[in-house]
């Protein structure tokens, strides 16, 4: 049969649409639209709660803002960066601080290791023992702090009467002598938070590698070096790095335990020398109205905190041992 002039060949006449291929490609838009749906509120509020408050506060720090009047905000650049590195009170804020991680992190942790050690075996009233330790954890800082202050008042405090005790007629000043031991103190203190993290590691080592270095002849000693620790490193690691976050940090516990507001502006009265940085920050914002550079000291702080936990983190392939990335390599 001869084909029509012009008509197209049967050969090239383009394929039907499947009906079935049609459906996938709606119920996969319908699916991508309930997808977007479902997680808008989580994005709207990452987007309102965390990007608009940190463009927003990085713009802050490159102006003079006093957290007060609009009208007289000017851009200043990074002058404020530049006048936060010229100060002497942001190195001795610094150095605080960093003293503070560099002696509360790893006595803290080692702590927290030993009593979830002890409070793992089988021993009597070991439930009462574990929360009468994690109790300091759970109470408010406000009036942990305040209690703290208290038992080391130099006249009516417990700590001097108990050292009178043995040495009468003794009286120690410790907020003026011994402050930053006292500060110390009060940040091991609550160590059964993280006992309950180590406790739950140990808990998650199988007895069974216990039972065979104790058939291979290892005492309780070496089963914890060569067992115990090596397997909680994981845990170690993640103490490790919440640790320095929380102690580079600390603010309400120094100007509750030697600080007070003097007048009704609420003002820290405690000497620069023992500011920590989160406490000169909060002075500069509240005390002196200096939003702009405040901001400025936060991103600073931002970025150390950044650098810190990267390096922990970098680290960690070289001391962190996962037990189940190992036998997957086995």
Do not use: C, H
């Not at 808008?40 to 987007?47: A, E, Q, R, V």
């Not at 102006?63 to 100060?87: C, E, H, I, M, W």
């Amino acid at each position: 049969m001869e084909q029509t002039l012009g008509s197209p060949s049967t050969s090239k006449l383009a394929p039907a649409k499947r009906p079935g291929r049609a459906r996938r490609s709606v119920r996969s838009r319908r699916e991508a639209i309930s997808f977007y749906l479902f997680i808008s509120p989580w994005l709207l509020g990452f987007i309102l709660l965390t990007v608009f408050p940190l463009v927003l506060g990085f713009l802050t720090s490159l102006s003079n803002y006093d957290g007060l009047n609009l009208a007289t905000v000017q851009f200043v650049g990074p002058k404020n960066y530049a006048r936060a590195l010229s100060k002497d009170l942001f190195w001795t804020s610094l150095a605080n601080s960093a003293r503070y991680a560099i002696i509360v992190v790893p006595v803290g942790i080692t702590l927290s290791f030993l009593l979830a050690v002890m409070l793992n075996r089988p021993m009597r009233g070991r439930d009462f023992f574990r929360l009468i330790y994690y109790l300091p954890a759970i109470l408010p800082v406000a009036g942990s702090s305040r209690v703290w202050r208290l038992l080391f008042d130099p006249n009516a405090g417990a700590v001097n009467a108990l050292i009178r005790l043995f040495r009468p007629g003794i009286v120690i000043n410790w907020r003026l002598n011994y402050w930053w031991e006292m500060l110390y103190l009060y940040a091991w203190w609550p160590a059964g938070a993280g006992m309950v993290i180590f406790l739950a590691g140990l808990q998650g080592i199988p007895g069974e590698l216990y039972q065979a270095a104790e058939i291979d002849g290892a005492n309780r000693f070496q089963q914890l070096i060569k067992i115990t620790l090596p397997l909680m490193t994981p845990v170690v690691f993640f103490q490790l790095i919440m640790g320095i976050i929380g102690a580079l940090q600390v603010m309400v516990e120094p100007i509750l335990i030697y600080g007070t507001a003097s007048g009704l502006s609420g003002r820290v009265d405690m000497p620069g020398r023992m500011y920590t940085y989160m406490v000169y920050t909060f002075v500069q914002v509240f005390d002196f109205q200096r939003y702009g550079y405040g901001v400025a000291l936060s991103w600073i702080f931002f970025v150390i905190v950044l650098i810190l936990t990267l390096i922990v983190i970098k680290s960690s392939k070289y001391w962190v041992f996962y037990r189940v990335s190992q036998e997957g390599e086995a």
